[in-house]
């Protein structure tokens, strides 16, 4: 008798080592074919765990009754990737146009754009509460990382920017926005000159806050890099650079009007150069070249019948008109040289990324830039980088793995491992392949909220 009992101990105590609890999740997302956008490698029949915005398991697909969920998304073998990141993005227009840009931000998630970088306007106290709204799962809306207003001259070309005068103005500039906990500072060179510019550069290395924007045409590239510039936005500040001439064309105080000359003395063995110097720094370039083709293109194209156009609200659209009567006024001359310049800037985009510069993704869109519509212009800028000789995986990596990593976020984004936050798009199509796949969105994603192709339709075109 006692022998038996022993036994029957055995058996019970086999079968309750061997089972294993079931784990719940708040959602579950099966029959996944992960894309590794670092290297480029699927990982198929996969299940996914999320809880409290954040991914809790990665398994296969075989364990999967040990998991339960308050929802399951059956991928159905489709492609899982993290959400995109559009690292140029304006909330402008001032008060009038306040509830208009707030409109926009499902636009952004309906294409599977889940985070975005704000490059400064003029209704920061509205950013400010739609990027606390959204973390918190309040709006929807991608995750806003802003730089509040930006840093200008005594004449800024934007309204809300923050004048910079002398030296006197830096210190209690910067501390005004570090009491808003921006997340970098952004120049702008509408009136700044060079020496508030370095000084502005030199000050934000000091604090250990990224600073990247525009840069006075008289400065110096490689003298900011060193003072700790981390990066520029659009391409027209490198030609100074990869210019025999630009020293001393810089000198000239002329501002925009050296780009002709110094565009057609272009010396590729100096841009290289550059570029290798840049990279070393761990420097980032925002390309813009999707907006570029957009705006060159205006006195030619009609924008009137544009699927997205409704959804933009009537104050936007008016703020368009400013961008399209500088485009009918250009002559024939200026609009050579636009095509000249924009080509040059999509030729400058390999031989940075080959050289290590790190390049980002950006749209550049909002008011004022006429037709460059939140999430699609996104999608137009990868395009386009692969048009420039990137590859799809190249290109998605200026979304998803440079974009965190400009701001050291890369522990929390950047790819689906655990831990990472649980901002996804599921593709039924692979866009390391075919970059136009991007479009091919079957759910969205975002703050524990899911969203499927037809909710994210309904999204775009709901009209304003």
């Given amino acids: 008798m006692p022998y038996k009992i022993t036994l029957l101990s055995l058996i019970i105590l086999f079968f309750s080592c061997t089972s294993t609890e079931t ?90 754009v889940t985070t975005v970088r704000d490059a400064g306007g003029d209704i920061t106290p509205s950013v400010l509460e739609w990027r606390s709204e959204i973390r918190d799962g309040k709006l929807l809306g991608p995750d806003i990382f802003t730089s509040g207003p930006k840093f200008d001259g005594v004449n800024p070309a934007w309204d809300g920017s923050i004048r910079i005068e002398n030296t006197n103005d830096i210190d209690p500039a910067m501390d005004s926005l570090m009491q808003l906990e921006v997340d970098y500072f952004k120049t702008y060179d509408g009136s700044l000159s060079n020496e508030m510019y370095y000084a502005l550069i030199k000050e934000a290395e000091s604090r250990n806050v990224n600073i990247t924007g525009h840069m006075p045409m008289n400065a110096s590239l490689m ?21 025999p001439m630009g020293d001393s064309l810089t000198q000239l105080n002329r501002g925009y009007g050296i780009l002709p000359e110094l565009l057609e003395s272009y010396d590729y063995t100096l841009a290289n150069e550059v570029f290798i110097k840049l990279a070393s720094k761990n420097f980032y370039a925002t390309p813009t070249l999707y907006i570029g083709k957009i705006l060159n293109q205006l006195p030619f194209d009609d924008h ?161």
């Fill in 23 to 112: 784990e719940s999740f708040d959602l579950l997302i099966t029959n996944a074919s992960i894309l590794d956008i670092s290297e480029g490698s699927i990982s198929k029949h996969k299940v996914i765990g999320i809880s409290n915005d954040t991914i809790r398991l990665v398994a296969s697909v075989e364990s999967v009754n040990r998991y339960t969920a308050d929802q399951i998304i059956d991928a159905k073998n489709n492609f899982v990737m993290p959400g995109l990141w559009d690292m140029h993005v304006h909330f402008r227009g001032g008060d009038s146009l306040i509830a208009e840009n707030k409109d926009l931000l499902p636009l952004y998630i309906a294409h599977g």
């Fill in 223 to 243: 003298k900011a890099v060193n003072l700790g510039l981390d990066g520029i936005e659009h391409l027209y500040y490198a030609l100074n650079a990869t210019s």
């Fill in 304 to 464: 009137s019948e544009d699927s997205l156009l409704t959804s933009m609200g009537k104050g936007i659209q008016e703020t368009y008109s400013r961008r399209i009567k500088s485009a009918m006024s250009r002559s024939a001359s200026a609009q050579e040289f636009n095509t000249s310049m924009r080509e040059k800037f999509v030729e400058m985009v390999k031989p940075m990324h080959e050289a290590g510069i790190n390049l980002l993704a950006g749209s550049d869109c909002g008011a004022y830039n006429s037709y460059v519509y939140p999430g699609a212009s996104l999608h137009g800028e990868l395009f386009m980088l692969v048009e420039a000789g990137l590859t799809p995986l190249q290109a998605l990596q200026t979304s998803i793995i440079n974009g965190p990593q400009f701001f050291e976020l890369d522990n929390y984004f950047g790819s689906l491992d655990v831990g990472k936050v649980a901002n996804l798009i599921i593709l039924s199509e692979n866009p390391t392949q075919n970059i136009q796949s991007i479009k091919k969105i079957e759910w969205v994603v975002k703050n524990q909220n899911t969203f499927n192709a037809d909710q994210l339709k309904l999204m775009i075109t709901l009209k304003k």
